[in-house]
T-cell receptor, first 110, second 116 residues
Framework: DGGITQSPKYLFRKEGQNVTLSCEQN?????MYWYRQDPGQGLRLIYY???????QKGDIAEGYSVSREKKESFPLTVTSAQKNPTAFYLC?????????FGSGTRLTVV | DQQVKQNSPSLSVQEGRISILNCDYTNSMFDYFLWYKKYPAEGPTFLISISSIKDKNEDGRFTVFLNKSAKHLSLHIVPSQPGDSAVYFCAASRRAGGTSYGKLTFGQGTILTVHP
Protein backbone atom coordinates (compact mmCIF):
# COMPACT_ATOMS: atom_id res chain seq x y z
CA ASP A 1 0.00 0.00 0.00
CA GLY A 2 1.22 3.52 -0.79
CA GLY A 3 1.78 5.99 1.98
CA ILE A 4 4.16 8.14 3.95
CA THR A 5 6.50 6.67 6.53
CA GLN A 6 7.97 8.79 9.26
CA SER A 7 10.64 7.44 11.55
CA PRO A 8 11.28 7.18 14.35
CA LYS A 9 7.93 7.62 16.10
CA TYR A 10 9.63 8.90 19.27
CA LEU A 11 12.99 10.65 19.42
CA PHE A 12 14.96 12.06 22.31
CA ARG A 13 17.70 14.59 21.83
CA LYS A 14 20.17 16.15 24.17
CA GLU A 15 20.52 19.90 24.11
CA GLY A 16 23.13 21.03 21.59
CA GLN A 17 22.73 18.01 19.33
CA ASN A 18 21.45 17.92 15.78
CA VAL A 19 18.90 15.25 14.93
CA THR A 20 17.38 14.14 11.63
CA LEU A 21 13.77 13.04 11.14
CA SER A 22 13.05 10.73 8.24
CA CYS A 23 10.14 11.04 5.81
CA GLU A 24 9.69 8.62 2.91
CA GLN A 25 6.77 8.37 0.49
CA ASN A 26 5.95 5.84 -2.24
CA UNK A 27 2.98 7.76 -3.63
CA UNK A 28 4.93 9.34 -6.48
CA UNK A 29 3.98 12.74 -5.10
CA UNK A 30 5.93 15.75 -6.30
CA UNK A 31 5.48 18.05 -3.31
CA MET A 32 6.47 17.31 0.27
CA TYR A 33 6.01 19.35 3.43
CA TRP A 34 7.16 19.46 7.05
CA TYR A 35 4.83 20.80 9.75
CA ARG A 36 5.26 21.22 13.45
CA GLN A 37 2.41 20.86 15.93
CA ASP A 38 2.43 22.56 19.32
CA PRO A 39 -0.47 22.61 21.76
CA GLY A 40 -2.93 25.39 20.92
CA GLN A 41 -1.05 26.46 17.81
CA GLY A 42 -2.17 24.05 15.18
CA LEU A 43 0.21 22.98 12.44
CA ARG A 44 2.87 25.39 11.32
CA LEU A 45 4.84 25.00 8.10
CA ILE A 46 8.60 24.55 8.49
CA TYR A 47 9.84 23.75 4.95
CA TYR A 48 8.37 22.49 1.72
CA UNK A 49 9.64 21.13 -1.57
CA UNK A 50 7.71 21.02 -4.82
CA UNK A 51 10.36 19.29 -6.93
CA UNK A 52 13.58 17.37 -6.39
CA UNK A 53 16.61 19.49 -5.50
CA UNK A 54 14.45 22.48 -4.63
CA UNK A 55 12.89 23.53 -1.32
CA GLN A 56 11.45 26.66 0.24
CA LYS A 57 11.27 28.02 3.77
CA GLY A 58 7.94 27.96 5.49
CA ASP A 59 6.75 30.15 8.34
CA ILE A 60 9.10 28.82 11.04
CA ALA A 61 12.24 27.60 9.22
CA GLU A 62 14.81 29.00 11.66
CA GLY A 63 16.84 26.24 13.29
CA TYR A 64 15.81 23.63 10.72
CA SER A 65 17.32 22.35 7.48
CA VAL A 66 16.09 19.97 4.77
CA SER A 67 17.26 18.24 1.61
CA ARG A 68 15.39 16.78 -1.36
CA GLU A 69 17.84 14.62 -3.26
CA LYS A 70 15.22 12.03 -4.20
CA LYS A 71 11.54 12.39 -4.99
CA GLU A 72 10.67 9.84 -2.32
CA SER A 73 12.61 11.36 0.56
CA PHE A 74 12.46 14.67 2.44
CA PRO A 75 14.47 14.47 5.69
CA LEU A 76 14.30 17.25 8.26
CA THR A 77 17.27 18.14 10.47
CA VAL A 78 16.57 19.89 13.73
CA THR A 79 19.74 21.78 14.55
CA SER A 80 21.07 23.02 17.86
CA ALA A 81 20.02 26.52 16.74
CA GLN A 82 16.35 25.59 17.18
CA LYS A 83 15.57 27.01 20.62
CA ASN A 84 12.42 25.07 21.37
CA PRO A 85 12.52 21.82 19.40
CA THR A 86 10.24 19.71 21.58
CA ALA A 87 7.14 19.17 19.44
CA PHE A 88 5.23 16.74 17.23
CA TYR A 89 6.53 16.80 13.65
CA LEU A 90 4.40 15.85 10.67
CA CYS A 91 5.45 15.18 7.10
CA UNK A 92 2.98 15.43 4.21
CA UNK A 93 2.98 15.03 0.47
CA UNK A 94 0.70 15.87 -2.43
CA UNK A 95 0.48 15.56 -6.19
CA UNK A 96 -2.33 18.08 -6.36
CA UNK A 97 -5.16 15.69 -5.56
CA UNK A 98 -5.04 15.76 -1.80
CA UNK A 99 -2.56 15.83 1.01
CA UNK A 100 -1.39 12.66 2.71
CA PHE A 101 0.18 12.90 6.13
CA GLY A 102 2.58 10.58 7.90
CA SER A 103 1.93 9.39 11.43
CA GLY A 104 4.38 11.87 12.93
CA THR A 105 7.52 11.94 15.08
CA ARG A 106 7.43 13.13 18.68
CA LEU A 107 10.74 14.88 19.43
CA THR A 108 11.69 15.58 23.03
CA VAL A 109 14.77 17.46 24.17
CA VAL A 110 16.20 16.05 27.39
CA ASP B 1 -0.14 36.76 11.70
CA GLN B 2 -2.74 33.99 12.05
CA GLN B 3 -4.35 33.80 8.63
CA VAL B 4 -6.63 30.90 9.57
CA LYS B 5 -8.32 30.95 12.96
CA GLN B 6 -10.41 28.49 14.89
CA ASN B 7 -11.57 30.51 17.85
CA SER B 8 -13.16 27.66 19.78
CA PRO B 9 -10.49 25.46 21.38
CA SER B 10 -13.06 22.84 22.31
CA LEU B 11 -16.64 21.73 21.70
CA SER B 12 -18.72 19.21 23.59
CA VAL B 13 -21.79 17.63 21.99
CA GLN B 14 -24.27 14.88 22.85
CA GLU B 15 -24.35 11.81 20.63
CA GLY B 16 -26.92 12.17 17.85
CA ARG B 17 -26.87 15.97 17.92
CA ILE B 18 -25.23 18.31 15.43
CA SER B 19 -21.61 19.42 15.83
CA ILE B 20 -20.70 22.75 14.27
CA LEU B 21 -17.05 23.68 14.01
CA ASN B 22 -16.12 27.15 12.82
CA CYS B 23 -13.15 28.64 11.02
CA ASP B 24 -12.30 32.17 9.90
CA TYR B 25 -9.64 33.32 7.48
CA THR B 26 -8.14 36.67 6.60
CA ASN B 27 -6.31 36.07 3.32
CA SER B 28 -8.69 36.71 0.41
CA MET B 29 -6.28 34.86 -1.93
CA PHE B 30 -7.21 31.51 -0.38
CA ASP B 31 -9.40 29.60 -2.80
CA TYR B 32 -9.49 26.08 -1.44
CA PHE B 33 -10.43 24.95 2.04
CA LEU B 34 -10.09 21.61 3.76
CA TRP B 35 -11.04 19.98 7.04
CA TYR B 36 -8.85 17.38 8.70
CA LYS B 37 -9.46 15.11 11.67
CA LYS B 38 -6.61 14.17 13.97
CA TYR B 39 -6.21 11.71 16.81
CA PRO B 40 -3.36 12.08 19.35
CA ALA B 41 0.04 10.90 18.13
CA GLU B 42 -1.28 10.33 14.60
CA GLY B 43 -1.21 12.28 11.37
CA PRO B 44 -4.28 14.22 10.24
CA THR B 45 -6.71 12.48 7.92
CA PHE B 46 -8.65 14.31 5.24
CA LEU B 47 -12.38 14.78 5.82
CA ILE B 48 -13.87 17.13 3.28
CA SER B 49 -12.94 20.11 1.15
CA ILE B 50 -14.57 22.98 -0.67
CA SER B 51 -13.52 25.22 -3.51
CA SER B 52 -14.20 28.94 -3.38
CA ILE B 53 -16.55 28.62 -6.35
CA LYS B 54 -18.98 26.70 -4.13
CA ASP B 55 -20.75 27.57 -0.93
CA LYS B 56 -21.57 24.05 0.22
CA ASN B 57 -20.15 20.57 -0.08
CA GLU B 58 -21.64 17.45 1.43
CA ASP B 59 -20.21 13.99 2.10
CA GLY B 60 -22.33 11.68 4.19
CA ARG B 61 -22.62 13.07 7.72
CA PHE B 62 -20.18 15.89 6.96
CA THR B 63 -21.11 19.19 5.32
CA VAL B 64 -18.86 22.18 4.85
CA PHE B 65 -20.28 25.65 4.28
CA LEU B 66 -18.29 28.57 2.89
CA ASN B 67 -19.26 32.23 3.26
CA LYS B 68 -16.72 34.11 1.15
CA SER B 69 -17.99 37.56 2.01
CA ALA B 70 -17.54 36.85 5.71
CA LYS B 71 -14.37 34.81 5.14
CA HIS B 72 -15.90 32.08 7.24
CA LEU B 73 -16.37 28.36 6.87
CA SER B 74 -17.99 25.78 9.06
CA LEU B 75 -18.10 22.01 9.32
CA HIS B 76 -21.37 20.37 10.31
CA ILE B 77 -21.44 16.78 11.53
CA VAL B 78 -24.90 15.23 11.72
CA PRO B 79 -25.54 13.05 13.63
CA SER B 80 -22.49 13.23 15.86
CA GLN B 81 -21.02 9.94 17.07
CA PRO B 82 -18.57 9.17 19.89
CA GLY B 83 -16.04 8.06 17.27
CA ASP B 84 -16.02 11.60 15.94
CA SER B 85 -14.20 12.74 19.08
CA ALA B 86 -10.88 14.13 17.86
CA VAL B 87 -9.13 17.39 17.01
CA TYR B 88 -10.47 19.06 13.88
CA PHE B 89 -8.29 21.38 11.83
CA CYS B 90 -9.40 23.64 9.05
CA ALA B 91 -6.84 24.49 6.41
CA ALA B 92 -6.68 26.88 3.49
CA SER B 93 -4.59 27.06 0.38
CA ARG B 94 -4.06 29.12 -2.72
CA ARG B 95 -3.90 26.87 -5.73
CA ALA B 96 -0.84 27.25 -7.87
CA GLY B 97 -1.66 27.31 -11.55
CA GLY B 98 -5.25 26.32 -10.93
CA THR B 99 -4.49 22.63 -10.90
CA SER B 100 -2.40 21.80 -7.87
CA TYR B 101 -2.62 22.62 -4.23
CA GLY B 102 -0.38 25.24 -2.74
CA LYS B 103 0.95 24.95 0.78
CA LEU B 104 -1.67 24.54 3.45
CA THR B 105 -2.19 27.06 6.24
CA PHE B 106 -3.84 25.51 9.28
CA GLY B 107 -6.00 26.82 12.06
CA GLN B 108 -5.24 26.05 15.70
CA GLY B 109 -7.67 23.16 15.88
CA THR B 110 -10.85 22.46 17.84
CA ILE B 111 -11.13 19.49 20.18
CA LEU B 112 -14.52 17.84 19.63
CA THR B 113 -15.88 15.55 22.33
CA VAL B 114 -19.05 13.61 21.59
CA HIS B 115 -20.67 12.16 24.71
CA PRO B 116 -22.68 8.93 24.54
Amino acid sequence: DGGITQSPKYLFRKEGQNVTLSCEQNLNHDAMYWYRQDPGQGLRLIYYSQIVNDFQKGDIAEGYSVSREKKESFPLTVTSAQKNPTAFYLCASTRGNGYTFGSGTRLTVV
Amino acid sequence: DQQVKQNSPSLSVQEGRISILNCDYTNSMFDYFLWYKKYPAEGPTFLISISSIKDKNEDGRFTVFLNKSAKHLSLHIVPSQPGDSAVYFCAASRRAGGTSYGKLTFGQGTILTVHP
